[in-house]
């Protein structure tokens, strides 16, 4: 063949971390055989789905196999129902997003990843430690990246304040995968006016909102004002609803969000229109069901469930004196290593010694170094044998 190929994948990383995981835990596996492996590494959901989501769905496909009931092609933006129910749920927070702003997805990452199609020649800004996909795909589609370091000094909180006034593509995860780190109103409000201030548009990744309590921290961007001039919220029912299988999320665009008279939200539903054809019906009809007040109420047990998993890995830490982040509105706990260990180093003694798996947060970036992540997805008697393993460890 002597067709150019895509310069930008040459500047990825391998996908180093989690196949550099699997490889370790499988070496220890095959020397340790009778030893039972505990995964706290994963970020995906353990817990079944909730019994009205099965039987909408159940519904749903007998539907689709009667000749009154069947349906093909849908509207590409999404079942209409279902961005009410969004829309909706955005109105409880307080920021007003229309129907017709919300655009139904098979999950957050495809849109985090496509979403570069709207932009030229920008630079990606991104806050590390982070999700490594944004970083991927800016490199995948040819942009410039700048990474904006946020280490243990900033509390892993990123800050627009030392930025020069540069219009760049923003990505904010918040609750942020790994840290668990949230930023709340006011440090949300400095990025929102810094985008306004310099001409950015944020990609607000807001997969892990649910796992937020309380009504004082942010769970979309859209609480803040002029959000809507400046952002794209990318949300998901994949944590919140334990859709990583079943796969539907969203993103709004809104109307508001120009740049230089041009309508992003135009030219995402004509990108969308040539280039997706709408999520899954059954999924979709899935998602109206966990949207319900019954839904709501079956998926809150189960994020309380993965919240008492990480109210237990957060009182093993302290009891070691082990400093850590997160864990309080996230899924996720970012311990420190102890004893000046490196990542790697932490992951290795936890794996040969306890039999427990984390994520070294080497793989998030270069400031997430000397730092480790546990997932608080996991069933409860593997977090508690996990702890009791740890208990016995020089940590
Ligand atoms: N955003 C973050 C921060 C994530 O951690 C993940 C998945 O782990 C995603 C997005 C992707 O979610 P989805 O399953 O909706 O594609």
């Not at 835990?25 to 095959?30: D, I």
């Not at 909706?88 to 098979?106: H, K, N, P, T, V």
């Not at 290795?348 to 427990?356: C, E, F, P, T």
């Amino acid at each position: 063949m002597n067709i150019k190929l895509n310069r930008g994948f040459s500047n990825l990383g391998s996908a180093y971390l989690f196949s550099e995981i699997a490889a370790r835990v499988n070496a220890f596996k095959h020397e340790n055989p009778t030893v039972k492996v505990i995964s706290l590494g994963i970020g995906d959901v353990t817990l079944p789905l909730a019994p009205c989501v099965v039987s909408a769905m159940r519904n749903a496909a007998e539907r689709l196999g009667t000749r009154e009931g069947f349906v093909g092609y849908g509207d590409t933006q999404g079942l209409l129902e279902l961005r009410e129910a969004i829309s909706e749920r955005y109105s409880s927070l307080g920021a007003r997003i229309g129907a017709d702003e919300i655009f139904i997805s098979d999950g957050a990452k495809s849109d985090l990843g496509n979403i570069f199609e709207l932009f030229g020649d920008v630079t990606a800004l991104i806050c590390e430690p982070t999700y490594p996909v944004y970083a991927d795909a800016a490199l995948m589609s040819r942009k410039r990246i700048k990474i904006l370091p946020c280490g243990a000094e900033s509390s892993f909180l990123p800050s627009p304040d030392e930025l020069e006034r540069e219009p760049y593509v923003i990505f904010l995860c918040s609750p942020n995968n790994p840290t668990g780190t949230v930023l709340d109103k006011n440090s949300l409000k400095k990025w929102v006016d810094f985008a306004l201030f310099s001409g950015s548009v944020i990609i607000f990744d807001a997969a892990y909102e649910s796992f937020i309590s309380g009504g004082e921290l942010p769970r979309s961007i859209y609480e803040i004002d002029g959000a809507e001039n400046c952002a794209i919220e990318v949300c998901s029912l994949s944590k919140m609803a334990g859709f990583t299988g079943v796969r539907c999320g969203w993103t709004v665009v809104p109307r508001a969000c120009k740049s230089g008279g041009a309508s992003l939200h135009s030219l995402w539903a004509r990108r969308q229109s040539t280039k997706f054809n709408g999520a899954s019906y059954i999924s979709q009809i899935g998602a109206l069901a966990a949207l319900s007040d019954e839904g709501k109420r079956q998926n809150a047990e189960n994020i309380a469930y993965y919240m008492e998993n990480a109210r237990l890995l957060g009182e093993f830490l302290e009891g070691r004196g082990i400093e850590y982040f997160g864990g309080a509105h996230a899924p996720y706990l970012w311990l420190k290593c102890p004893r000046g260990m490196d990542s790697w180093g932490f992951f290795d003694h936890l794996l040969k010694n306890a039999g427990v798996v984390g994520t070294p947060g080497a793989g998030f970036g270069a400031s997430g170094e000397g730092f480790f992540r546990f997932s608080s997805f996991a069933h409860r008697e593997d977090i508690l044998e996990a702890i009791e393993r740890m208990g016995k460890l020089r940590l």
